[in-house]
């Protein structure tokens, strides 16, 4: 018997009958790993998604509001994202750097992968804005960015408050902030 996992649907196939009909069994909620196909592994189906058990109401508000409150606080730290100018409105807030960076830098490249690896540290008053230092003609006229790796700290509407380059590190970044 060959067991197939296909659009929400477990197919069974009967090679010994000669038969290549499958018959669809419905599946609810359930993810079947690769596991759950290997002889022994009756631990390989797994409940469904915690939103999947909330809808159900199989949990209970007191372990919802924790699970919540994480969200929040990992959604509460600041971010590093792509560059759009609606963007900059963050500045009223918080601060809003803008890292002109490009894909064929080595130190950009660096810097870039320090600040994903560490997206929690990013205080969650600031926003960093990744700018395609090579397509950005406009920003960098408006701000005399010459170079890439060169990093902008922008007011609510755009204005330059500090301009400097060379952050090896996120947490270098971060003690250019104003």
Same mark, same amino acid.
Request: proline content about 3%; charged content about 25%; some cysteine.
């Given at each position: /018997?060959?067991?197939?996992?296909? &659009?929400?649907?477990?197919? +069974?196939?009967?090679?010994?009958?000669?038969? #290549?009909?499958?018959? $669809?069994?419905?599946? =609810?909620?359930?993810?079947?790993?690769?596991?759950? /196909?290997? $002889?022994?592994?009756? !631990?390989?189906?797994?409940?469904?998604?915690?939103?999947?058990?909330?809808?159900?109401?199989? #949990? #209970?508000?007191?372990?919802?509001? $924790?699970?919540?409150?994480?969200?929040? &606080? /990992?959604?509460?730290?600041?971010?590093?994202?792509?560059?759009?100018?609606?963007? %900059?409105? +963050?500045?009223s807030k918080g601060k809003v750097?803008? +890292? +002109? *960076?490009?894909?064929?830098? $080595?130190?950009?490249?660096? @810097?870039?992968?320090?600040? *994903?690896?560490? %997206?929690?540290?990013?205080?969650?008053?600031? @926003?960093i804005l990744d700018v395609d230092? !090579?397509?950005?003609?406009? %920003?960098? /006229?408006?701000?005399?960015?010459?170079?890439?790796?060169?990093?902008?700290?922008? !007011?609510? =509407?755009?204005?330059?408050?500090?301009?400097?380059?060379?952050?090896?590190?996120?947490?270098? %970044?971060?003690?250019?902030?104003?």
């Amino acid at each position: /018997m060959i067991v197939v996992v296909l &659009a929400g649907g477990w197919y +069974f196939v009967n090679k010994d009958s000669g038969s #290549m009909e499958a018959e $669809p069994v419905a599946m =609810e909620k359930t993810q079947v790993s690769a596991d759950a /196909m290997m $002889p022994g592994k009756e !631990d390989a189906v797994k409940e469904g998604t915690m939103a999947d058990k909330v809808q159900d109401g199989a #949990m #209970m508000q007191e372990e919802v509001a $924790p699970a919540m409150e994480k969200q929040d &606080a /990992m959604m509460a730290a600041g971010r590093y994202e792509t560059y759009a100018a609606e963007k %900059l409105s +963050f500045a009223s807030k918080g601060k809003v750097v803008l +890292f +002109f *960076r490009a894909g064929w830098c $080595p130190t950009c490249r660096a @810097l870039d992968a320090d600040i *994903r690896s560490h %997206l929690s540290s990013i205080p969650e008053n600031v @926003l960093i804005l990744d700018v395609d230092y !090579d397509n950005a003609k406009d %920003l960098k /006229m408006k701000y005399g960015v010459t170079y890439q790796h060169t990093l902008v700290e922008v !007011d609510v =509407e755009g204005n330059q408050i500090t301009k400097w380059s060379g952050s090896p590190t996120l947490a270098e %970044l971060l003690t250019q902030v104003k």
